[in-house]
């Protein structure tokens, strides 16, 4: 045998003592806890038991001690013959002596057989108690196998399910029943989990679908009229000049989508700090930027500027204003208004964009704060409600991605005689801006 067999064969052995060993598991865990409960209360409950029996038996026993008298005969009476009217009189100091030695041994062969008994007790009481305590210790181990395994059922279940979803599988839910306990709560959030990661790989194979039909007609744009360009057989200095403003006007398209997708994505990334801004500055600086394309579109904007300063990120509130006012001046009508009120109402700081213009059905107001959704022909661009300042489709949907990152609420609702009114409400800042 080599010199290093040895070693291999306490590998092996070590591994095969390793394989038949059980899995710590939290039910084995779980079952060895009450089992060692269990074991530990009655070894408890037998020395308190076994103590309480041992001080009864150790008690002295109550001995009564009386006069001892033996019978004398009587003088007048024959020897040998005791008469019917004997007397008594006390025992003689020898026969007292003989009577104690006689009881003295009585008693020390009592207190033998009672020591005797006591100590057989005791053990018998010991003996017993100690394999009803491992009998009971045996079946608490089962039982605790049995009712771990009970308790414990929720979480195989929450287990196997979490195995078996996908990206694809989403929509399942675990729907746990029975009381609402902590497993019951735990499975809820699982199922909430669920819920949000299902909307969210939803909302993203649909914005990518989406984004790619957008991104792909400017694309083709660009390529079409470099083609044309080329294939001029006699190109004048006008005509490339024309085309390469075209290309040059594609790809500002492009950038501006891009810009808009950009903002979105972080929108939906959430906030990773916070800082005060005047929320009522904000639209006042919004309002005065786009006067020259409401002069343009002949709608008047009338802005109610009233304190509101909330907390978040500053810039991408700015957009969200911007979008608001883009949209409103864009998707309006010669002759119109747009109302931008702030103010605080309820411990928000709340925005108000309320623009006249087209009827907006009730039905598409959720629709139209998705991506690229836009009332009339599907992407056309055309002047249709949801469209962004770009005509991306992005603008709104944009103004919501930003508001849920500010945790701020975000209401849209089809105006009386056309239009729509959004309002949205940020929680109160505790400090005031720089």
């Keep these: 045998m080599p010199v290093h067999a040895p070693a291999a064969l306490r590998r092996l052995t070590g591994r095969i003592v390793r394989a038949g060993l059980p899995r710590r598991t939290v039910r084995l865990r779980l079952t060895a806890l009450y089992g060692g409960l269990f074991l530990v209360s009655g070894a408890a409950l037998l020395a308190v038991t076994y103590g309480l029996v041992a001080g009864a038996v150790d008690r002295p026993p109550m001995v ?46 009592a207190q033998r057989t009672v020591d005797h008994q006591k100590s057989a007790m005791l053990h018998t009481l010991l003996v017993q108690s100690g394999i009803a305590l491992g009998l009971m210790s045996l079946t608490s181990v089962l039982l605790g196998w049995v009712v771990a395994g009970r308790v414990l059922r929720p979480l195989r279940t929450i287990t196997s399910t979490a195995q078996d979803i996908s990206a694809t599988s989403l929509h399942r839910r675990l729907a746990l029943a029975g009381p609402r306990d902590e497993l019951r709560e735990l499975g ?138 883009d949209n409103a001046i864009r998707y309006n009508m010669p002759g119109g208004q747009v109302d931008v009120t702030t103010g605080t109402q309820a411990g928000r700081a709340v925005l108000t964009v309320a623009n006249t213009g087209p009827d907006v059905p009730a039905d598409a107001v959720e629709r ?23 005509g991306f489709g992005l603008g709104l949907s944009i103004v919501s991605a930003i508001a849920a990152a500010h945790d701020a609420t975000l209401t849209a ?22």
Excluded: C, W, Y
């Design 64 to 109: 009564l001690k009386r006069e001892v008298t033996v019978a004398a005969p009587s003088p007048s009476a024959p020897a040998g013959r005791a008469s019917g009217n004997e007397g008594t009189r006390p025992a003689e100091p020898g026969d007292r002596a003989a009577m104690d030695t006689a009881m003295a041994a009585l008693q020390k062969d």
């Design 188 to 325: 809820d959030t699982f199922d909430a989990l669920l819920t949000r990661l299902d909307g969210s790989f939803q909302a993203q194979r649909q914005f990518v679908a989406n984004a790619s039909h957008e991104l792909r007609t400017p694309l083709a744009r660009q390529r079409v009229l470099g083609q044309v360009a080329l294939a001029d057989p006699e190109p004048t200095v006008e005509s490339l000049r024309t085309a390469h403003e075209r290309i040059l006007a594609a790809g500002r398209q492009q950038e501006r989508l891009i810009e808009a997708l950009l903002t979105l994505a972080r929108g939906h990334a959430g906030l990773d700090e916070r800082h005060p801004f005047d929320l009522a500055r904000l639209a006042r600086e919004a309002v005065a930027a786009r006067a020259t394309a409401a002069h343009e579109r002949q709608v008047t904007l009338r802005p109610q500027a009233g304190a509101a300063v909330s907390s978040g990120h500053r810039a991408l509130a700015e957009r969200l204003v911007a979008n608001l006012l």
């Design 368 to 390: 139209i704060l998705l991506p690229f959704q836009r009332l009339g022909p599907a992407r056309t661009g055309s002047g249709a409600r949801g469209a962004s300042s770009q």
């Design 413 to 434: 609702a089809p105006r009386p005689g056309g239009g729509l009114v959004v309002t949205v409400g940020f929680p109160t800042a505790t400090t005031q801006p720089p």
